[in-house]
């Protein structure tokens, strides 16, 4: 069921602590659940001595997919129309990401009323590391 039109404000927003201290264990987690053994995410001496990173760091689509949490936590999975971002910086090992999403705009379409959310993703220095849109269904 989608969020009903008059239950969603404009500018209104709602943030989520995605995760606190994200541990190595947890990115080679979704490394198994993905499929993606890139080693820049898994192999530390990989990361460190051939690629010249601090160390690993989690995937793109790791953040990706805990950002949309703080959305599908507010307005559900059945109406999301559509999801996207742009990644801003890398997440590492110990990083606290924080999401929040904020109503842009609602506008009526021919399929009906429709919300825009932009979403934001910082870590625990308060850096950007990723941005995004979305667009959500709304019951009349």
Known sequence: MSPYVDDIKVGE????VLVDDLKRTRIVQYAGASGDFNPLHTDHVF???VAGYPGVFAHGMMTMGMTGRVLTDWVGIEPLLSYGVRFKAQVWPGDTLTATATVESIEDTPAGPVAQFSLR???QHGAEVVTGTAT???ES
């Open 13 to 16: 927003s709602r943030e989520s």
């Open 47 to 49: 990361a460190t001595e």
């Open 121 to 123: 993703t910082v870590n």
């Open 136 to 138: 959500v269904r709304l």
